[in-house]
């Protein structure tokens, strides 16, 4: 199996749980569109998706991310996060940027999200996404102090490898 496509299964908790246990070494694409970025991130988490490349989610009711213990030391991207119009605040990407597998990620898409300040503040102080070529932040409330928390002066060219960045508000 190296693509689940869980579109429009309305699972919870507990499906979420069984995600994170499960074993899907070939798995390389997880789609959960309106179920929630919550349940996708606890795949990111899992020892058994090694070769996770891409997941997506979009137009959730969740606003935060409730996560388990990371447990995904030993994988690093490539990963392609796509998270659109899922309701997430600051604490959803300081959560985000705390998980060790999108450490590794080549792009971030986040647009339609209200991270605001705080959260492009998070971004900008994580030193672990040297990796991102395409960071997508489009209407996500920044602003010019976003703009500068997402930038900050001491950034010691942690988005050099930045080719295509979407701020549109």
Do not use: K
């Given at each position: 199996?190296?693509?689940?496509?869980?579109?429009?299964?309305?699972?919870?908790?507990?499906?979420?749980?069984?995600?994170?246990?499960?074993?899907?070494?070939?798995l390389e694409t997880l789609g959960v569109?309106?179920?929630?970025?919550?349940?996708?991130?606890?795949?990111?988490?899992?020892?058994?998706?090694?070769?996770?490349?891409?997941?997506?989610?979009?137009?959730?009711?969740?606003?935060?991310?409730?996560?388990?213990?990371?447990?995904?030391?030993?994988?690093?991207?490539?990963?392609?996060?796509?998270?659109?119009?899922?309701?997430?605040?600051?604490?959803?990407?300081?959560?985000?940027?705390?998980t060790r597998r999108v450490w590794g990620?080549?792009?971030?898409?986040?647009?339609?999200?209200?991270?605001?300040?705080?959260?492009?503040?998070?971004l900008g102080a994580c030193e672990n996404?040297?990796?991102?070529?395409?960071?997508?932040?489009?209407?996500?409330?920044?602003?010019?102090?976003?703009?500068?928390?997402?930038?900050?002066?001491?950034?010691?060219?942690?988005?050099?490898?930045?080719?295509?960045?979407?701020?549109?508000?």
């Amino acid at each position: 199996l190296t693509t689940l496509e869980l579109n429009g299964n309305a699972f919870g908790p507990s499906a979420s749980d069984a995600l994170s246990g499960a074993s899907l070494p070939a798995l390389e694409t997880l789609g959960v569109g309106h179920e929630g970025p919550a349940s996708a991130l606890y795949a990111l988490r899992s020892a058994g998706m090694p070769t996770l490349s891409t997941f997506t989610s979009s137009s959730s009711s969740e606003s935060s991310l409730e996560l388990p213990e990371d447990r995904s030391e030993e994988q690093e991207g490539p990963l392609v996060v796509s998270m659109h119009n899922c309701r997430l605040g600051a604490e959803a990407v300081r959560a985000l940027v705390e998980t060790r597998r999108v450490w590794g990620a080549t792009a971030l898409h986040m647009s339609f999200n209200p991270i605001g300040v705080e959260g492009a503040r998070a971004l900008g102080a994580c030193e672990n996404l040297r990796s991102l070529t395409s960071l997508d932040l489009e209407m996500c409330d920044l602003g010019d102090e976003g703009l500068e928390a997402l930038f900050p002066e001491c950034a010691d060219g942690r988005f050099a490898a930045l080719e295509r960045l979407e701020l549109m508000s």
